[in-house]
T-cell receptor
Framework: GAGVSQSPRYKVAKRGQDVALRCDPI?????LFWYQQALGQGPEFLTY????????KSGLPSDRFFAERPEGSVSTLKIQRTQQEDSAVYLC??????????????FGQGTRLTVV | KQEVTQIPAALSVPEGENLVLNCSFT??????LQWFRQDPGKGLTSLLL?????REQTSGRLNASLDKSSGRSTLYIAASQPGDSATYLC???????????FGAGTQVVVTP
């Protein structure tokens, strides 16, 4: 596609529900990142994929957060047993290259998750 | 641990004035620094990317400087317009894979 696409754009979940957020990166992009942006804050790194391999998941806040990219393209961020503190905008970014190249990542419009 | 700070948190200027946005970081071992724009309810739009070996980068009315040794970057926007109203975020690249560390942003309002 023309850009990084995320769905849904908005999600309201009751506390305790499981949610799945989808990211369609730009076709052919090797690197994929997930970030979490709380209201009034900058995005915080969650996890990174290079093709289908999850190389860094140091930013995932708890074991309720799980991300996958099984075929090296579309990625899903899953949050189990959602809590109110999970309310945030979840941003996905993709980049055409991998290690050692100083290129920029392209961001999607994000999914705004509200846990009530 | 790298920390990125943006001052001021909010800024309001009349149309036509120049904007000066500041970003500071604590660890000079960065790959590059990037400035983004974020409109309400939208994702991030990249404005300028400065490599660690560069001192500045320019695009149209935008100019960004980088002083790695002092851990500072400044984004200048000349002759501001109401359409420049947005939140501006700076981010440093931490590793070869491309992980970014963001500041909290500066919310800019340009009044007609």
């Amino acid at each position: 596609g023309a850009g990084v696409s995320q769905s849904p754009r908005y999600k309201v979940a009751k506390r305790g529900q499981d949610v799945a957020l989808r990211c369609d990166p730009i076709s052919g992009h090797v690197s994929l990142f997930w970030y979490q942006q709380a209201l009034g804050q900058g995005p915080e790194f969650l996890t990174y994929f290079q093709n289908e391999a999850q190389l860094d998941k140091s930013g995932l806040p708890s074991d309720r957060f799980f991300a996958e990219r099984p075929e090296g393209s579309v990625s899903t961020l899953k949050i189990q047993r959602t809590q109110q503190e999970d309310s945030a905008v979840y941003l996905c970014a993709s980049s055409p290259v991998q290690v050692g190249m100083n290129t920029e990542a392209f961001f999607g419009q994000g999914t705004r998750l509200t846990v009530v | 641990k790298q920390e990125v700070t943006q001052i001021p948190a909010a800024l309001s200027v009349p149309e036509g004035e120049n904007l000066v946005l500041n970003c500071s970081f604590t660890d000079s071992a960065i790959y590059n620094l990037q400035w983004f724009r974020q409109d309400p309810g939208k994702g991030l739009t990249s404005l300028l990317l400065i490599q660690s070996s560069q001192r500045e980068q320019t695009s149209g009315r935008l100019n960004a400087s980088l002083d790695k040794s002092s851990g500072r970057s400044t984004l200048y926007i000349a002759a501001s317009q109401p359409g420049d109203s947005a939140t501006y975020l700076c981010a440093v690249r931490l590793d070869s894979w491309g992980k970014l560390q963001f500041g909290a942003g500066t919310q800019v309002v340009v009044t007609p």
